[in-house]
C-alpha cells in the first residue's frame, strides 16, 4: 500500500513537462535564433512584471523586406520557449527596429496564452488572433 503513492510521485516526476526560470528563458533565446539564419537580430531581452503582470520583451531588428516574416518568427519564439516557463507569463512585448532611415520603430503587444493558443496549439485562426491578441503602434 506504500508504494503506490512513491509509484504515483515518479510516474508525474518522468512525464511532467521540464520548467524554466525566467532567467533560463532569457538565456535560451540567443540560442533560438541563432538556429535559424532567416530570423532577425536580437537587441535586448527583459523579463520584468508590470503592473502586476509577467511580461517577456524582446527588441529585434527588422529587414522591411521580411518584416511580417520576422515578427512571427519572434513571436512564435517566444511563444515556444514561453510555453515551459515556471510561471506563465502574461503578455508579449516585441519593439521592431526598421533598417530604413525614414521609418519609425513599432511596439507590438500580444497576450502570451492567446499567442501560445495560436502558434503551438493551433486553436485560432490568424485573424481572430491578430484582432484579439495584439495591438500595434508607433513609438
Same mark, same amino acid.
Not at 84 to 93: E, G, H
Given at each position: 500500500?506504500?508504494? =503506490?503513492? =512513491?509509484? !504515483?510521485?515518479?510516474?508525474?516526476?518522468?512525464?511532467?513537462?521540464?520548467?524554466f526560470?525566467?532567467?533560463?528563458?532569457?538565456?535560451?533565446?540567443?540560442?533560438?535564433?541563432?538556429?535559424? +539564419?532567416h530570423?532577425p537580430? *536580437?537587441?535586448r531581452?527583459?523579463?520584468?512584471?508590470? /503592473?502586476?503582470?509577467?511580461?517577456? +520583451?524582446? /527588441? *529585434?531588428e527588422? $529587414?522591411? $523586406?521580411?518584416?511580417?516574416?520576422? =515578427?512571427?518568427?519572434?513571436?512564435?519564439?517566444?511563444?515556444? !520557449?514561453c510555453?515551459?516557463?515556471?510561471?506563465?507569463?502574461?503578455?508579449?512585448?516585441?519593439?521592431m +527596429?526598421?533598417d530604413?532611415? $525614414?521609418?519609425?520603430?513599432? =511596439?507590438? /503587444?500580444?497576450?502570451?496564452?492567446?499567442?501560445?493558443?495560436?502558434?503551438? $496549439?493551433k486553436?485560432?485562426?490568424?485573424?481572430?488572433?491578430?484582432?484579439k491578441?495584439?495591438?500595434?503602434?508607433?513609438?
Open positions: 500500500m506504500k508504494r =503506490i503513492p =512513491i509509484m !504515483l510521485f515518479l510516474l508525474n516526476v518522468c512525464i511532467g513537462k521540464t520548467q526560470t525566467d532567467r533560463q528563458i532569457a538565456i535560451m533565446v540567443p540560442k533560438y535564433f541563432s538556429r535559424d +539564419h530570423s537580430t *536580437i537587441t531581452t527583459r523579463v520584468y512584471a508590470e /503592473e502586476g503582470k509577467k511580461v517577456f +520583451h524582446l /527588441e *529585434i527588422v $529587414n522591411r $523586406n521580411r518584416y511580417e516574416g520576422e =515578427i512571427d518568427y519572434t513571436l512564435g519564439a517566444m511563444a515556444s !520557449l510555453q515551459y516557463a515556471k510561471r506563465p507569463f502574461d503578455k508579449f512585448v516585441v519593439i +527596429h526598421q530604413g532611415r $525614414n521609418t519609425d520603430s513599432e =511596439i507590438l /503587444e500580444a497576450k502570451a496564452r492567446c499567442t501560445i493558443d495560436y502558434f503551438i $496549439n486553436r485560432m485562426k490568424y485573424d481572430r488572433w491578430v484582432k491578441c495584439t495591438q500595434t503602434e508607433k513609438l
